[in-house]
């Protein structure tokens, strides 16, 4: 087995604008009546533009950019979530990705089958899940809610029972976008904790996040993406001092 | 494409889960629970039968097995188009979170269809057990067939619309209409002579869901093993479909989350 690695070639990633088109009879008959100046232009979005990476085992990379920049597509793309339009993507290792933690609950299940269908989707097997949900309900500290459905809970009981399965099943790549604001305070807490140790134990974490104090604390390398390009790939010193320029500069704008 | 069904099996666990999940939550908090899949078509065959045997002019006992069937069946039918086209739609938060092969949520479609049509199917044999007891023979054990088939035909065909549901989402209004259409040129509840009759032959010995439903029909109203021709049908059309979705699946597997 090769040794985990990322390995991206002169990436190119296009949004169709099919996709979010409006196709409505009604929008097409409005379109028609109205003066045609006004008429926006909806085209392709070109997410990433040529962008080459090679992240090696026991990197920590820090992803760095505005909102829109290309953080969460490069992910994607990376957990091959997104087709890529161009280029070349190798990835090899077993990846953990931990995206939009609220989503993907069976809402009339309860929080403890949930646990199971989460962790079967992780590719874990009934056994081995059910082995694990007393740590799970444990550190979800949802106490006896975990036998009620999900749609009983709260958006943060929510997001505790799924950050709780999710890291408990590790790989030995991580990616994470933003999902260290999960939960309250205490929560945090152990949250950070858990998230820590997780990192710990994964050979490649790339982490995408606004937080530039954990991203120097947690990344040894910074990635810096502005309008998909790959702006700047260093040490996370120098990229959080390229971010920096980069916001500025948009704010001067 | 085998290593695409490789990755399907991988999965299993999760499909499976999900479809039981989806018959539990059904039933959740009702008092009859999974009754009312035998006690539904029950009750609906016993106020279909009173009034169409009189219209068709059709013995009432050997009608009521027709339109059971055809109501089972056809429940089938309606859930895995209906069901399969939104699909992908409903499980867009699993979707956009891990990578699997999205055929896995079009069978937990039709595996969830299937054990409800294994469910209903009790009522179906009771009832024709109680009424034609004569019928009773080796040959009802070719009503163990009808579930592959039913899955081997409806899963293509859900995934097919499933990928068409996530790209065109007039597709699931449309389909309530495409539906009715079907219902109409089949022998779901209209009896077989009366297409025959009709002239409409080939509407019958052309008609998938006819030899569909001849695999249970056969051995219930007559006792009779469903005929080769039945099978090649049932076969056929699921190799049909199957084709097409491996087809459509090729082009527009990757880019379905686009469209979520």
């Given at each position: 087995m090769n040794a985990p690695r990322i390995r991206l070639l002169n990436v190119d990633l296009h949004y169709a604008c099919s996709a979010f088109k409006q196709r409505s009879l009604l929008a097409w008959i409005g379109e028609r009546f109205r003066l045609g100046d006004n008429r926006t232009q909806v085209a392709d979005i070109h997410a990433l533009r040529n962008v080459?990476?090679?992240?090696?085992?026991?990197?920590?990379?820090?992803?760095?950019?505005?909102?829109?920049?290309?953080?969460?597509?490069?992910?994607?793309?990376?957990?091959?979530?997104?087709?890529?339009?161009?280029?070349?993507?190798?990835?090899?290792g077993e990846l953990r990705a931990l995206f939009n933690l609220g989503l993907g609950f069976e809402p009339d299940a309860t929080g403890r089958e949930n646990i199971l269908y989460r962790g079967l989707l992780l590719g874990?097997?009934?056994?081995?899940?059910?082995?694990?949900?007393?740590?799970?309900?444990?550190?979800?500290?949802?106490?006896?809610?975990?036998?009620?459905?999900?749609?009983?809970?709260?958006a943060g009981m929510q997001v505790r029972l799924a950050f709780a399965i999710s890291t408990t099943v590790g790989g030995?790549?991580?990616?994470?976008?933003?999902?260290?604001?999960?939960?309250?305070?205490?929560f945090m807490v152990r949250a950070k904790q858990r998230i820590f140790s997780l990192i710990e134990q994964s050979e490649i974490l790339v982490l995408a996040s606004h937080d530039v104090g954990s991203l120097s604390a947690m990344c040894a390398r910074g990635i810096v993406l502005d309008g998909g390009r790959l702006l700047y790939d260093g040490p996370i010193s120098s990229a959080i001092e390229e971010f920096k320029r980069v916001s500025e500069l948009s704010g001067n704008r | 494409m085998s290593a695409y069904l490789a990755q399907v099996w991988a999965a299993?666990?999760?499909?499976?889960?999900?479809?039981?999940?989806?018959?539990?939550?059904?039933?959740?908090?009702?008092?009859?629970?999974?009754?009312?899949?035998?006690?539904?078509?029950?009750?609906l065959t016993l106020l279909l039968s009173l009034v169409l045997s009189r219209l068709f002019g059709a013995d009432i006992v050997r009608f009521s097995v027709h339109i059971l069937s055809g109501v089972v069946v056809w429940e089938f039918v309606g859930a895995c188009c209906a069901g399969g086209s939104l699909s992908f739609v409903q499980a867009d938060a699993y979707i956009?979170?891990?990578?699997?092969?999205?055929?896995?949520?079009?069978?937990?479609?039709?595996?969830?269809?299937?054990?409800?049509?294994?469910?209903?199917?009790?009522?179906?044999?009771?009832?024709?057990?109680?009424?034609?007891?004569?019928?009773?023979?080796?040959?009802?054990?070719?009503?163990?067939?009808?579930?592959?088939?039913?899955?081997?035909?409806?899963?293509?065909?859900?995934?097919?619309?499933?990928?068409?549901?996530?790209?065109?989402?007039?597709?699931?209004?449309?389909?309530?209409?495409?539906?009715?259409?079907?219902?109409?040129?089949?022998?779901?509840?209209?009896?077989?002579r009366m297409f025959r009759e009709g002239g409409l032959d080939f509407l019958v010995d052309?008609?998938?869901?006819?030899?569909?439903?001849?695999?249970?029909?056969?051995?219930?109203?007559?006792?009779?093993?469903p005929t080769a021709t039945n099978y090649l049908f049932c076969f056929g059309t699921a190799a049909l479909f199957g084709i097409f979705a491996i087809f459509v699946g090729r082009r527009v597997e990757r880019s379905v989350i686009f469209y979520l």
């Open positions: 080459s990476v090679d992240i090696g085992q026991g990197e920590r990379v820090g992803l760095l950019g505005r909102n829109g920049a290309g953080k969460s597509t490069f992910l994607k793309a990376v957990a091959g979530l997104y087709p890529i339009s161009g280029g070349n993507i190798e990835v090899h874990a097997t009934p056994t081995a899940m059910r082995a694990k949900e007393d740590e799970i309900v444990a550190f979800a500290a949802l106490g006896e809610y975990i036998d009620y459905p999900i749609k009983t809970y709260s030995d790549i991580l990616l994470l976008d933003e999902v260290i604001g999960a939960g309250d305070a205490t | 299993r666990y999760f499909w499976m889960h999900l479809s039981l999940s989806d018959l539990r939550s059904r039933w959740r908090r009702s008092y009859f629970g999974v009754l009312w899949t035998i006690i539904q078509p029950l009750g956009k979170q891990f990578r699997q092969p999205l055929a896995i949520y079009s069978l937990r479609t039709v595996l969830t269809a299937t054990l409800v049509l294994c469910t209903a199917s009790l009522a179906m044999l009771g009832w024709t057990l109680v009424v034609l007891p004569q019928n009773f023979g080796w040959s009802w054990l070719a009503i163990a067939t009808l579930y592959p088939a039913a899955l081997l035909i409806g899963w293509p065909l859900a995934t097919l619309l499933a990928y068409s549901g996530a790209r065109f989402r007039d597709l699931p209004h449309a389909m309530g209409l495409v539906l009715q259409a079907c219902w109409f040129v089949s022998p779901v509840y209209f009896e077989v052309y008609n998938p869901i006819y030899h569909l439903l001849q695999i249970v029909r056969a051995p219930l109203l007559d006792g009779l093993w």
